[in-house]
């Protein structure tokens, strides 16, 4: 099992940085991460299958994935709860007899979801959304 810490820039209509926690298993394709916006009191998980994860060299292997994400936004005068879909690509490299990953992916995460601001209730919708990750994830 592989847990880590992920760092995470969201080019969109609303970029926004973000940490996150990230676990995997080599007994099954999903990752799962825990987000959390850095700028804003905001909470998410995105789960990703990895459905290809094919090794190119000794210590690389490359991965597409698909996968979902929900989440949401409390904050003073707004709400906003999400879901959408993944699609994605990236790569992780192993050190330390494939013990530590480092890893990157680049993810297409179209979104729609409902806010509340101002005590009016609006959609949302967000097909710009391309979270962009790098992290560090130890195995045991």
């Known amino acids: 099992m592989g847990l880590g810490g992920v760092f995470s820039y969201n080019v969109s209509t ?3 940085a973000e940490a996150a926690f990230s676990t995997r298993s080599d007994e099954s394709p999903w990752c799962v991460f825990f987000n ?7 909470i998410s998980i995105y789960l990703d299958d990895w459905f290809i994860n094919e090794r190119i060299a000794e210590h690389a292997d490359y991965f597409v994935l698909w996968g979902m994400s929900y989440g949401a ?6 709400s906003e709860f999400d879901m959408g879909c ?3 690509a990236g790569g992780d ?3 330390w007899n ?7 992916q680049l993810v297409w995460n179209p979104y729609f979801g409902v806010k509340k601001e101002d005590g009016k209730l609006s959609p949302v919708f967000r097909p710009v ?3 962009c990750s790098a992290g560090l994830r130890l195995w045991f």
């Open 86 to 88: 993944r699609f994605g």
């Open 73 to 78: 936004v409390f904050e003073s005068e707004k």
């Open 36 to 42: 959390s916006q850095l700028n804003q009191n905001s």
């Open 14 to 16: 609303v970029s926004c």
């Open 93 to 95: 490299f192993f050190f």
């Open 129 to 131: 959304s391309f979270p």
């Open 98 to 104: 494939r013990r530590l990953e480092f890893f990157m």
